[in-house]
């Protein structure tokens, strides 16, 4: 074999071994298709059947409401209840229908009416259920208190380019609110760990925002925020004592969050 043939098959053998090593190569994985964060609480929103005797009379007597103004007035005839109280129940999220027959409930069956009164009835367009979770000041008898961590439902909409909100029966319609966060402070002025935004009718979330651990949310807006730390939490007015504070919060199903009691609190710090 002369030598050309000679360095011809020798040439064919590089390739057919590159080929070779080329077919058994491990191509990294696309990358995976992103999952947005589960929704925790999702499985609490009971879904609306149409079918009703009581769902066909709530219809009928609400038909009059036709503006925001006249969810105001149609509130001030309902009056809260904790959730024990009512279904003995650490937490149930009432239909509308249901509160309206009741004409009491908690914070988020009260929420539950106002949002779909003022989407389905007076037709607002950009109607929300706002999940807030924060820390407020828990005073005993002796007049010292402890910051503990509670949670609060919460109707928000837009109208005229401005942010309005009912809390329980109360209509917030002149605080001016820059942005979410500012609304669910008015519950937990010293400061939000967590919010959950959802869709006034289908319940399924259209947002969330949580903080870092050992951090509470602070910003202009929702989207475009800062943190701060919650060891720099308001400052104390003489001859005020802040006992202990959570530096995480562990909200466990079975807490009733709307009936206003702490959830779970683990490594506890004390600020004096």
């Known amino acids: 074999m002369s030598m050309f043939w000679k ?18 190569r491990k191509f990294p994985p696309n990358p995976p298709v992103p999952v947005p964060d589960p929704d925790p609480h999702f499985k609490k929103w009971p879904q609306i059947v149409r079918t009703t005797e009581l769902w066909k009379n709530y219809c009928n007597y609400m038909h009059k409401i036709t503006s925001d103004s006249l969810v105001a ?6 009056k809260w209840i904790s959730d024990w109280d009512l279904w003995n129940k650490p937490d149930h999220w009432a239909l509308p229908n249901i509160v309206w027959k009741n004409k009491k409930d908690d914070c988020d069956g009260l929420a539950r009416l106002s949002a779909d009164l003022l989407g389905r009835f007076a037709e607002i367009l950009e109607v929300h259920w706002l999940e807030y979770y924060g ?5 005993s008898s002796d007049g010292k208190y ?7 439902a919460i109707t928000v909409y837009k109208k005229g380019g401005k942010l309005l909100a009912f809390s329980n029966t109360s209509w917030w319609n002149y605080l001016n609110f820059q942005d979410f966060i500012e609304i669910g402070e008015q519950t937990f002025p010293e400061g939000l760990y967590w919010v959950i935004c959802r869709h006034w009718e289908t319940g399924k979330m ?15 807006n929702v989207f475009h925020r800062q943190l701060r730390l919650i060891r ?17 919060v562990i909200w466990p199903e079975t807490v009733g969050w709307s009936s206003g009691t702490a959830p779970k609190l683990s490594n506890k710090k004390n600020l004096n």
Request: with cysteine.
């Open 146 to 152: 402890k910051i503990v961590a509670g949670g609060h």
């Open 206 to 220: 259209e947002w969330q925002l949580k903080s870092p651990p050992d951090e509470i949310i602070e910003g202009t």
């Open 7 to 24: 360095l011809v098959l020798l040439i064919l053998g590089v390739v057919f071994v590159l080929l070779m090593v080329g077919c058994k």
């Open 232 to 248: 720099n939490l308001k400052p104390l007015k003489r001859g005020e004592r802040k006992k202990v504070i959570a530096r995480e």
């Open 135 to 139: 820390f407020y000041r828990k005073y």
């Open 73 to 78: 007035t149609e509130m001030k005839l309902y």
